[in-house]
């Protein structure tokens, strides 16, 4: 029974990988054709397409080697803060920018103690 459980849940998981990169391609090709249309690009587009390229690298890593390394994830957060920073323009509230910095800023300690953590000191997925 919990093998058919884990089966099901594997194959969910698969499914909704497979939809999220689906999805991730077809928002790329609506973005680049909003680009096209605007005959113009900026800063933000290409904030958002690398998003895009960053979500399907990571589904592309998971089919690969059955793992998403954390950093991945977290590179998209920080690129997501930017853009919104980007977005907001020069009108924002001073504090808020605060606020979105020191998120990038936490975002960026996090990667570098899990890069640099002790290989042998903690492992969250086992080949088992």
Do not use: R, V
């Given at each position: 029974?919990?093998?058919?459980?884990?089966?099901?849940?594997?194959f969910?998981?698969?499914l909704l990988l497979a939809s999220i990169a689906l999805l991730a391609i077809f928002a790329t090709g609506q973005e680049i054709l909003t680009i096209v249309e605007n005959r113009s690009i900026e800063l933000a587009d290409l904030?958002?397409?690398?998003i895009y390229t960053e979500v399907l690298g990571?589904?592309?890593?998971?089919f690969v080697s059955k793992r998403?390394?954390?950093?991945?994830?977290?590179?998209?957060?920080?690129?997501a803060i930017t853009r919104l920073i980007i977005?907001?323009?020069?009108?924002?509230?001073m504090?808020?920018?605060?606020?979105?910095s020191g998120a990038i800023l936490i975002l960026s300690l996090a990667i570098l103690a899990v890069r640099f953590r002790p290989k042998?000191?903690?492992?969250?997925?086992?080949?088992?």
């Open positions: 029974m919990e093998a058919k459980i884990a089966s099901l849940i594997n969910a998981e698969k904030l958002l397409l690398f990571m589904i592309g890593i998971f998403i390394p954390i950093t991945l994830p977290i590179f998209i957060a920080i690129t977005l907001q323009g020069k009108d924002m509230d504090i808020s920018l605060l606020y979105e042998n000191y903690y492992s969250y997925q086992t080949d088992d």
